[in-house]
């Protein structure tokens, strides 16, 4: 299994980027996706969940209302929208996916598979 996550870079504050996670070696659609992020000296943070076949979605409290999460399984690919970006958000941003993460630790970083992490970086 391996999750690729691209799309990060350097931005201004108020902009916008659009991170994709891209999935091979499983069954995406059966696979619930988490985007994560973390700061230099922080703990990793939730930021958002898709469950599988996107029946539903989550958003750590910092980021909702500005991130949208969505997945398009024929593609394998799950993809986080951010706009309205702050300095604040500036981190590594990892991608994961588990197969049966129950909706109650969906904001934990307990999943089985993790990408390699993209840097995002909001300039003020």
């Known amino acids: 299994v391996q999750l690729q996550a691209s799309g990060g870079g350097l931005v201004q504050a108020g902009g916008s980027l659009r991170l994709s996670c891209v999935a091979s070696g499983l069954s995406f659609g059966d696979y619930v996706v988490g985007w994560f992020r973390q700061a230099p000296g922080k703990e990793r943070e939730f930021v958002a969940a898709i469950r599988y076949r996107g029946i539903s979605t989550y958003y750590g409290d910092s980021v909702k209302g500005r991130f949208t999460i969505s997945r398009d399984d024929a593609k394998n690919t799950a993809y986080l929208q951010m706009n309205s970006l702050k300095p604040e958000d500036t981190a590594v941003y990892y991608c994961?996916?588990?197969?049966?993460?129950?909706?109650?630790?969906?904001?934990?970083?307990?999943?089985?598979?993790w990408g390699q992490g993209t840097l995002v970086t909001v300039s003020s």
């Open positions: 994961a996916a588990d197969l049966r993460m129950p909706a109650l630790q969906l904001h934990q970083p307990k999943y089985d598979y």
